[in-house]
């Protein structure tokens, strides 16, 4: 058994898996940008083919990061994360309480930083002198015997050591923020026409209806075009109600969401919900007298004592005649007959007058029902965490780096002591802020 967890252990705790693990996430996160995700089935249906189709929705490819396989990588990668940071901190924090106060001789001259510098007076002196210099400039140095002589020990960026582990803290926030946001979120639309109240909503894969624990009631939907037609902005009046009471409610539109008991409502999409009204224009035979009447389908128009007009119904696009009306013609209430009459052919039933009226169908004004997306992600604040954490992280490993300074005084003092450092990285500014020290405790021996 012992064994068996072991081999576990160590697979868990190797580089070169967190590596693949790495690589694996990547290309799945180009796969997620080069197929779109979520949309319907009908559009992967006409983009990729039946047979194909079939082969990526088996591996879930159309909703990825929410498949089985998908999250078995991102819990690989943290418990990768995890047994490699508790296998390798212990050692940091190890190194970093006991840090070398001494070195011998050998490797303190073979060091690249390095610099002998003469000294005129007595060793009591020189080390009042370095100690005060080097809280002035640097920071407080720690005094260590050794059988080679004193040592003063500096050490200055121990923080960029836990940098790395910060940020693979960071990433596993994510990750979790990623899973919990997959298991117990979801994200779902529904299309309200102005009025429309519902609690329900369907998910955008699978189409499977969801019971929200409120109310969404769209009070008002407007939207605005540019002259060439193309939308311009569109916004909906939403209330949301629980128990038949008004809980929340705000006019949203692309950029400003509703939020409430953790559930995002967002502008999505809008839609055409069919015609609203229909302007008609009636006149005299003899063109003398003219009304511009609209209606609603349905609603009757009285055209004189007897007889009336309604709108029955509607088409866009009837037969390839373009907008058209069906219009009835009541006598006392009663429909007498029905005729069609088409925008784009008003002389189509020139010749007919309906109670000494011509009639002419000018345009339907087109109602839209907004496209609403529902979003639940608890997980979102965790992402939100880590992010931060991760920049944290990288600002440690990238803008800080630990150096650490010798000085040796031997115990038979010649009139020489010798300066030595070095840095994990970042040479080159670590040269730098050497050459700035020796000057500057070559000036306090003055």
């Known amino acids: 058994m012992d064994k068996i967890l072991d081999k576990i252990w160590r697979f868990f705790s190797s580089v070169k898996l967190a590596v693949v693990l790495i690589l694996v996430i990547i290309a799945t996160a180009i796969i997620g940008t080069v197929i779109q995700q979520n949309l319907p089935d009908e559009m992967y249906l006409q983009h990729y083919g039946a047979s194909t189709f079939r082969l990526l929705n088996f591996f879930d490819l159309f909703d990825m990061y929410h498949s089985w396989w998908f999250e078995l990588l991102l819990i690989l990668f943290i418990m990768n994360v995890i047994v490699c940071t508790w296998e390798r901190l212990p050692a940091i924090f190890k190194m970093l309480s006991k840090p070398k106060l001494q070195i011998p001789v050998e490797k303190l001259n073979a060091f690249k930083e390095k610099e002998t510098i003469s000294y005129k007076g007595t060793k009591e002196a020189l080390m009042t002198m370095l100690s005060s210099k080097f809280r002035e400039i640097y920071k407080e140095p720690i005094h260590a015997k050794s059988e080679d002589g004193d040592f003063l020990y500096l050490e200055k960026g121990r923080i960029a050591r836990f940098g790395p582990y910060i940020t693979h803290l960071s990433l596993v926030i994510i990750f979790i923020g990623v899973l919990i946001g997959s298991f117990f979120g979801f994200d779902a639309y529904v299309n309200l026409d102005q009025g429309d109240a519902t609690n329900i909503v369907k ?12 109310t969404i009631r769209c009070n008002n939907f407007k939207i605005e075009f540019y002259d060439s037609g193309v939308p311009k902005a569109y916004k ?24 409430y008991k953790g559930i995002t409502i967002y502008q999505a999409s809008y839609g055409q919900a069919g015609a609203s009204s229909f302007d008609i224009m009636l006149s005299r035979s003899d063109n003398k007298n003219k009304d511009d009447v609209s209606l609603n389908l349905n609603q009757q128009f009285r055209v004189k004592d007897n007889t009336s007009i309604a709108v029955l119904d509607y088409s866009a696009n009837y037969q390839g005649f373009g907008p058209t009306i069906l219009v009835g013609i009541y006598k006392d209430n009663k429909l007498q007959r029905t005729s069609i009459y088409l925008q784009k052919y008003p002389d189509f039933h ?57 000085v040796l005084i031997p115990d038979k003092f010649n009139g020489t002591f010798t300066i030595a450092g070095v840095a994990d990285r970042n040479k080159y500014s670590f040269e730098m802020e050497f050459e700035k020290i020796i000057h500057e405790i070559k000036k306090g021996e003055k």
């Open 203 to 214: 998910t955008i894969r699978g189409s499977k209806d969801l019971t929200l624990p409120f």
């Open 236 to 259: 909906s009046d939403l209330t949301l109600l629980n128990g038949g009471d008004a809980v929340a409610h705000k006019i949203i539109d692309v950029n400003q969401p509703l939020t």
């Open 350 to 406: 020139g010749a007919e007058a309906i109670g000494g009226y011509k009639l002419r169908f000018v345009k339907a004004n087109e109602s839209f029902y907004t496209g609403l997306q529902v979003a639940k992600d608890p997980g979102a604040p965790y992402v939100a965490t880590g992010a931060i954490i991760l920049i944290i992280g990288l600002i440690m490993s990238f803008f800080s780096y630990r150096r650490r300074l010798w």
